[in-house]
């Protein structure tokens, strides 16, 4: 199952390689990994997508736990969350074409957001399976770039990871 | 007070209350050597080689429970001791790796000496640190003694750069008493709830056994141990890195369990109903083919890390903390309990044991007029009383110690289990000297191992460290040899060496005493002798039978009823290679 799991980790130097060093000595799989600072500018906030039987899942948090820059961490896909990826794709266009895109793109909620006489570059969020739809949607001959952020996602309600 | 960071450093670790530091110096590291020269406090044991080093610090640490200290240079200083890093890393060794780094301004230029230590250790420590500045250092040093010797131990490399070290630059110095590292507390006490479940199950137990690993020597948890078995009444095997933790003459222990553990020890563990696992990790030796390891069990697992637990076997009741306090809430609990463990069942399982044991796995040719290794151990046992610290190399001699020694206290066997570093036994056998001036200390090695840190008999000699080397030597990488024989067809690739030194005459060139033994009855004599030389080391290079196995054994991907016994005829002798 595909599981995304939101690390509250120190903000060293190499506490990211910590992390990676980790997936690839043990032979996890990551599908995405984002990390940025949060308002506590002592922690990085990573968010990291993997897939697994629920045994590897738990070996992955327990490992991410044992590593002593992990502060702490919650499995969103355990519960009630949002879940968002940015995505920015370029896309040639000709005249006829472009009613055509800009369509799509309303319909997915998407921003237009830069123009020149052959290319548009759309901006969308959202769960990952909607910009897949979003790409599926599109002639993919026309598609220049795709630039994704890889998701990140938050827990509903009042339940949150902080310290 | 003010001090410069090399006096930073060796302050620290008197602060902390180091013994000894093992270690070879380099560029990147003068000012800390030149602060070691000002100072009597803390004893520097200058090795021969930096594997060497941290060998002997992790054989220290083994032996008395303290964490060990290694100080190394930076680049080919910090290579040569990433193996005994890792080493201790896979046994749990507490171990604070002191090293040195180009100066911080020039990191990452590939300046001269300059590898990425913290890079290159990170998958095999529990945790580094690159110190960036002076008034961090102390501090630093605090927390790298904190993580390695508390939850489940490990070593910790402090990477100093050279600039930090600067003589010229002078900060206020305080060694903080505490440090507490937010995202690390490491658990102590059990869940009170699971111990109660785990307690219900084990007194209604019919054919239970207590699997007790390194865990338990690790968290000092041997005199609970005991208590917890006698006060159940039931069989217990340990693992190859738990030997000790429960006395191996007791009537209860039914012998190492795994690979090369006992008939009796496998059969009870395949057999058994309820199964607890006390500080130790379903390591591949020791579960044989997972599908069918334990078929009939319900597990309980105390461990200090919870990443121990449901790793490759699945457990029912998991118990997260130290043993020690969880046997001490475990014991209150079953003395209070009404319940108690059936005498109906427990008799009829001992009876099913005592079957077993008759197989007697562990027989040998004692006729061969060619030397036993096994018999050279035996020996080993009787002139030292049981009461000598045994340090081992890695391969068949490892195996033959770990059975025919029978260890009743903790902390007296010492090999590297998880790694398998061959080379381990001599250097940690000075460690464990050092510590125990006053106690016999034998490395049993192989004429393979032994060569691998062989320079360190210097080192034995400089810091009057006499420890005896039994060398079982078959002319062979025997382990590997014996892999061969069994799954090669007798294709004996390169595991013959044609030439092996005079290790009588290098002991004498390393200022020793050598011996070399090649007849049984000459085994006891030179024994006792080696050991009455109390103050010299003594080489005593034994040739043994050289086709000589380890037995009994489960093959590879086999399970624990599955197990190669020896054939008792057509003894070795008869199968001597030309
Ligand atoms: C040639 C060769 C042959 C081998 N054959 C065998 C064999 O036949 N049988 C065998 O058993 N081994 C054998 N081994 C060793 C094997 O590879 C493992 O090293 C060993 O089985 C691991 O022992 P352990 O399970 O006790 O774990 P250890 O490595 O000692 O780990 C200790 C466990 O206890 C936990 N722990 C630490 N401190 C505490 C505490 N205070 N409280 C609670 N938990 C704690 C740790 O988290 C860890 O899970 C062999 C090795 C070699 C080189
Ligand atoms: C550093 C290292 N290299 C290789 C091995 C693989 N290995 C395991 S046992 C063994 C043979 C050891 O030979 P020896 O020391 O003579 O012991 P014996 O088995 O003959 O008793 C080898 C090569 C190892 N464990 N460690
Ligand atoms: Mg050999």
Not at chain 2, 296 to 303: E, G, K, V, Y
Request: glycine share 8%.
């Amino acid at each position: 199952m595909r599981h995304i799991i939101s690390i509250l980790i120190e903000n060293e130097s190499g506490a990211l390689s910590r992390v990676a060093g980790l997936f690839s000595a043990r032979g996890y799989n990551i599908e995405s990994l984002t990390v940025a600072p949060t308002e506590d500018p002592s922690l990085s906030r990573m968010t990291l997508v993997t897939r697994g039987s629920d045994d590897i899942i738990e070996q992955i948090t327990k490992q991410l736990n044992k590593l002593i820059d992990v502060v702490k961490l919650i499995d969103l896909a355990e519960s009630d969350h949002i879940e968002r990826e940015l995505m920015m794709v370029k896309i040639r266009t000709t005249e006829h074409t472009r009613e055509e895109i800009r369509g799509i793109a309303a319909i997915f909620r998407g921003k237009i957001i830069d123009v020149t006489p052959t290319t548009y570059v759309v901006e969308m969020t959202g769960p990952s399976s909607k910009l897949d739809a979003f790409i599926a949607a599109i002639d993919g001959d026309t598609i220049i770039e795709v630039v994704r952020s890889g998701p990140t996602g938050i827990s509903r309600g009042e339940k949150g990871l902080h310290l | 007070m003010e001090l410069n960071g090399a006096q930073i450093v060796i302050q620290s670790l008197k602060d902390e209350g180091v013994e000894y530091i093992f270690g070879y110096p380099g560029g990147a590291v003068l000012h800390l050597y030149d602060a070691i020269f000002q100072q009597d406090d803390v004893k520097h044991i200058l090795v021969r080689h930096e594997q060497g080093a941290t060998h002997a610090a992790d054989g220290y640490a083994r032996a008395t429970g303290k964490p060990g200290v290694v100080l190394v240079t930076s680049g080919p200083g910090a290579t040569n001791a990433v193996t005994g890093i890792a080493t201790a890393y896979m046994d749990s060794i507490p171990m604070v790796i002191i090293s040195g780094q180009v100066p911080l301004p020039v990191i990452g230029s590939d300046a001269f000496q300059e590898v990425d230590m913290v890079g290159i250790t990170r998958p095999c420590v529990k945790h580094n640190f690159l110190v960036k500045d002076v008034t961090k250092l102390a501090e630093t040093i605090k927390k790298a003694f904190y993580v390695a010797t508390t939850g489940r131990p490990g070593p910790v490399v402090v990477d100093v750069p050279k600039d930090i070290t600067d003589p010229r630059i002078k900060v206020p110095y305080k060694y903080p008493k505490k440090v507490s590292i937010r995202s690390y507390n490491p658990a102590l006490t059990g869940h009170k709830g699971q111990i109660k479940k785990a307690v219900d199950l084990l007194l209604t137990a019919q054919k239970p056994i207590i699997y007790a690993g390194g865990g338990v020597i690790l968290g000092e948890g041997s005199k609970e141990l005991i208590e917890f078995t006698r006060l159940l009444e039931f069989p217990i095997t340990n693992t190859l890195m738990g030997l000790g933790a429960y006395p191996a003459t007791d009537k209860q222990f039914v012998g190492m369990l795994g690979m090369h553990g006992t008939y009796e020890a496998n059969m009870a563990m395949h057999d058994s109903d309820v199964i607890i696992a006390i500080g130790a990790r379903f390591d591949d030796r020791v579960t044989g083919k997972l599908d069918e390891f334990c078929p009939h069990a319900q597990i309980i697992h105390i461990d200090v890390d919870p990443a121990s637990i449901s790793k490759t076997v699945k457990v029912a009741i998991p118990i997260v903390g130290e043993v020690k306090p969880v046997l001490e809430q475990m014991l209150e609990m079953i003395r209070e309990s009404k319940k108690k463990p059936s005498k109906k069942a427990l008799e009829s399982w001992w009876k099913q044991i005592d079957q077993w044991r008759a197989v007697k796995c562990m027989e040998y040719d004692r006729n061969s007029r060619l030397i036993k290794p096994q018999y050279v151990i035996e020996q080993l046992y009787e002139v030292t009383k049981g009461e000598a610290y045994i340090t081992s190399d890695v391969g068949q001699h490892q195996m033959w110690a770990a059975q025919y020694y029978p260890f009743d206290k903790p902390r007296h066997w010492i090999n590297s289990g998880g790694l398998g570093t061959m080379g381990f036994g001599l250097p940690a056998a000075i460690g464990v000297k050092l510590a125990f001036p006053d106690s016999d200390v034998a490395c049993v090695t192989g004429d393979g191992s032994i060569q691998m840190c062989i320079q360190e008999l210097s080192t034995a000699l400089q810091y009057n460290a006499p420890v005896k080397i039994i060398n079982l030597n078959n002319s062979y990488l025997g382990m590997v040899r014996q892999w061969q024989e069994f799954t090669y067809e007798s294709r004996y690739s390169h595991s013959y060496m044609d030439t092996i030194p005079d290790f009588v005459k290098l002991a004498e060139a390393y200022g020793h005493v050598g011996m070399r033994i090649d007849k049984p009855e000459e085994v006891r004599p030179a024994l006792e002798e080696a050991f009455a030389l109390k103050d010299r080391t003594v080489f005593l290079d034994i040739l043994t039978d050289r086709t000589e196995n380890v037995y009994p054994m489960i093959e590879a991907g086999k399970a624990h009823n599955d197990m190669t016994l020896r054939v008792a005829e057509g003894t070795s002798t008869d199968r001597e290679l030309a």
